[in-house]
Antibody, heavy 120, light 108 residues
Framework: QVQLQESGPGLVKPSETLSLSCTVS??????????WGWIRQPPGKGLEWIGS???????YYNPSLRSRVTISIDTSKNLFSLKLSSVTAADTAAYYC????????????WGQGALVTVAS | EIVMTQSPATLSVSPGERATLSCRAS??????LAWYQQKPGQAPRLLIH???TRVTGIPARFSGSGSGTEFTLSISSLQSEDFAVYYC??????????FGQGTRLEIK
């Protein structure tokens, strides 16, 4: 049974870079049939797709965040990572990682989420 | 970008009754639509993909329908555990993948 687990700092200062990792267990991140994605949810609000990565390193980003986002993959550690630069209070959110089938990129399963607060 | 609009924002229904949630796409997404359920403090859970295909383990009281731009999630005979927030998501044309703003299903 595949499981995903987010990890990283829960507090980031304004203008700094938010960094999170998602460790995958029960499946190989090198599979050629999946993408691996990041989604965020500000407190009390809806879901926003951030971006996704394929095992060869190909990336797909939300145009609204593209200039600040980098998603990478480490097949040796079976994890993928998110970096969001120049953060502001508006980036305070629960950040989720999830698996996507390449043929039909809905999200399943999801990690439990990591709350990241941007504050000084 | 395809905009997904869900209605109503909040739906109040009594246990045992039927709930009908709507999702509209700003342009056709064919049947490339998923529904998720999210309970407080939890990650979203996939319920339905392909507009009408239930995920393994999801009760038969959940059903999805529609294609093109109009979609419906129906929950027959509501149970206490069904009261949650529901999101639709299109994956027909991406990036970006887009979600609806959610419908909160609350106990009447």
């Amino acid at each position: 049974q595949v499981q995903l687990q987010e990890s990283g700092p829960g507090l980031v200062k304004p203008s700094e870079t938010l960094s999170l990792s998602c460790t995958v267990s029960g499946d190989s991140i090198s599979s050629n049939i999946y993408y691996w994605g990041w989604i965020r949810q500000p407190p009390g609000k809806g879901l926003e797709w951030i971006g996704s990565v394929y095992y060869v390193g190909s990336t797909y980003y939300n145009p609204s965040l593209r200039s600040r986002v980098t998603i990478s993959i480490d097949t040796s550690k079976n994890l993928f990572s998110l970096k969001l630069s120049s953060v502001t209070a508006a980036d305070t959110a629960a950040y989720y990682c999830a698996r996507q089938a390449r043929s039909n990129p809905w999200f399943d399963p999801w990690g439990q989420g990591a709350l990241v607060t941007v504050a000084s | 970008e395809i905009v997904m609009t869900q209605s109503p924002a909040t739906l109040s229904v009594s246990p045992g009754e039927r709930a009908t949630l709507s999702c509209r796409a700003s342009q056709s997404v064919s049947s490339n639509l998923a529904w998720y359920q999210q309970k407080p403090g939890q990650a979203p859970r996939l319920l339905i993909h392909g507009a009408s295909t239930r995920v393994t383990g999801i009760p038969a009281r959940f059903s999805g329908s529609g294609s093109g731009t109009e979609f419906t999630l129906s929950i027959s005979s509501l149970q206490s555990e069904d009261f949650a927030v529901y999101y639709c998501q299109q994956y027909n044309s991406w990036p970006p993948i887009t979600f609806g703003q959610g419908t909160r299903l609350e106990i009447k």
